[in-house]
């Protein structure tokens, strides 16, 4: 009787362990578990076309380039450090060099009535606001047509927030740079990370590239769809956000290698075009 107990025991503890051991393999199998999907940082990485000419210009020389600072905060940004007189004149030579070429696209008399127009969105910073509208002016001049007949002021071209060194000395934005390279989701200093600007700016290309694609085929219904059909759209900005937004049209999966790309120098107009 007693050696049936110990086997009935010995056999109930087997069982016991195995059920245990099912358990905890079926728990580790069921349900199959997913790899997390990484979120896409750059929203033209797999976008093959854009409807619309995009261009970067980089705002004139402002005040706080003259001083030498970091002006990236909103609360001062707008209302503070606008064009230097330099900046001003630069900004018209910009505006007078892309009408220049603008024209010359549709002949040798300088019509256009072919040519769709020119879309202008600016960062609401007063220095890259004050570009925008000097530009604007000079393309009025050669009479050519702006979307909704005005700039448009756009948050997401804003400058990089540099964080704790906001104010301070212009030196300290290579001490940023170096960490970029590095890690483009890093917020060191408490800036905003490369690759925020990097998701932000490519997400606003493609939204600006629908609304005006959209536009432009309510007005060109029955016409053929050509290069010069197309809305110019002129994106006004900083130095880091368009040194950001071209790793974008490069199809860069992030924004570290900003830096490796030439130097935007203030009021130069850049085409950006979209990388096969």
């Known amino acids: 009787m007693v050696s049936f107990t110990k086997t009935l025991v010995r056999a109930l503890s087997i069982a016991i362990q195995s059920a245990i051991l099912m358990s ?18 750059n929203q033209l990485l797999h976008q093959t076309k854009l409807s619309s000419q995009f261009y970067a210009l980089r705002h ?19 209302v503070k450090h606008g064009l230097s007189e330099l900046g001003k004149e630069q900004a018209r030579l910009a505006g007078r060099s892309f009408a220049s070429d603008y024209c010359k696209r549709d002949g040798p008399t300088g019509s256009i009535s072919a040519l769709r ?18 530009f604007a002016e000079e393309l009025a001049k050669s009479k050519i047509p702006l979307y909704n007949d005005d700039i448009i002021l756009e948050t997401r071209l804003r400058e990089r927030f540099f964080g ?10 290579r001490d940023v740079w170096n960490i970029d390279l590095k890690d483009a989701d890093h917020t060191e200093f408490h800036v905003e990370s490369a690759n925020s600007v990097l998701h932000r700016t490519t ?12 536009q432009q085929s309510a007005q060109s219904k029955g016409s053929a769809k050509t290069e010069d ?3 110019k759209c002129i994106l006004v900005a900083h130095g880091d956000v368009l040194q950001i937004l071209q790793t974008g049209f490069l199809r860069h999966p992030d924004a570290s290698r900003h830096r490796n790309l030439e130097h935007l120098e203030t009021a130069s107009i850049r085409e950006l075009i979209l990388h096969e």
């Not at 704790?164 to 300290?172: A, E, I, K």
């Not at 997400?203 to 959209?214: A, C, G, S």
């Open 24 to 41: 905890q393999s079926t728990a580790m199998t069921y349900p199959p578990q997913t790899p997390a999907v990484k979120p896409l940082i």
């Open 60 to 78: 004139g020389q402002s005040l706080a380039n003259v001083k030498k600072i970091i002006s990236s905060d909103p609360q001062v940004s707008t």
């Open 117 to 134: 127009g020119v879309a202008i969105f600016s960062s609401d910073f007063a220095r890259a606001r004050e570009t925008a509208s000097i």
């Open 164 to 173: 704790d060194l906001n104010g301070g000395p212009d030196t300290r934005y």
């Open 203 to 214: 997400k606003l290309v493609l939204e600006l590239d629908e609304i005006l694609e959209r």
């Open 229 to 231: 059909s197309c809305w």
